[in-house]
């Protein structure tokens, strides 16, 4: 089963956040296996965290919840919440897979929640930039709630553009980055 994890930081949070990163890699490696894409997403000054994305495939969602809620920075109050939901890889790979490579271009978070009608989520036309794109669904995954994008674009209205205007009642855009060790 594959979940879409964000955890966004709270106010006041990066000087913790700064001396837990070797914790945060660490407890990451344990997954990396099972890691589809992951992540920190920032402000709009392209600086300073706001969030850690992770697109993980685990067995149950109680996998998920402990993958989400043992994070060292979210047992130790980096982040104000954690938005954890059961996903659909439509690209059917990783971000280690993504032929534009890590570096090159920027690259964004694009969240989308609560689509104003029932339709099935297609792929946008062109995929070539796209790191990993799909649903966000109901804990039994049979209510769609929203999608999630990650993808290289040059700036956030034309990352925002992947998805259909008018279909959701909210949509954000993060600029993010590849995560893990370099």
């Known amino acids: ?3 879409f994890c964000l955890h ?3 106010s006041g949070s ?3 956040r700064s001396r837990l990163t070797e914790a945060h890699w660490s407890y990451m490696d344990g997954y990396a296996d099972e890691l589809i894409a992951r992540g920190p997403t920032f402000a709009p000054d392209g600086e300073t965290p706001t969030g850690s994305v992770h697109i993980v495939d685990l067995p149950t969602p109680a996998a998920a919840r402990e993958f989400a809620f043992e994070e060292p920075n979210q047992q130790a109050g980096v982040y104000r919440d954690v938005l954890l939901r059961r996903w659909r890889n439509l690209l059917g790979r990783t971000m280690w897979d993504f032929p534009g490579g890590r570096t090159g271009g920027d690259r964004y978070l694009v969240l989308a929640l609560g689509p104003v009608e029932d339709k099935d989520l297609t792929l946008p036309g062109d ?3 796209l790191i ?3 649903p966000l669904l109901s804990d039994d995954a ?3 709630l929203g999608t999630a994008a ?3 674009a040059p700036d956030p209205a034309t990352a925002r553009g992947v ?3 008018h279909t959701y009642a909210e949509t954000e855009v993060h600029a993010w980055e590849f995560g893990g060790r370099r």
Do not use: K, N
């Open 1 to 3: 089963m594959e979940f």
């Open 8 to 10: 966004r930081d709270r």
């Open 14 to 16: 990066l000087p913790l």
């Open 127 to 129: 995929t070539d930039e």
């Open 132 to 134: 990993a794109f799909g």
């Open 142 to 144: 049979t209510i769609w």
């Open 150 to 152: 990650l993808l290289r």
């Open 163 to 165: 998805l259909a205007p």
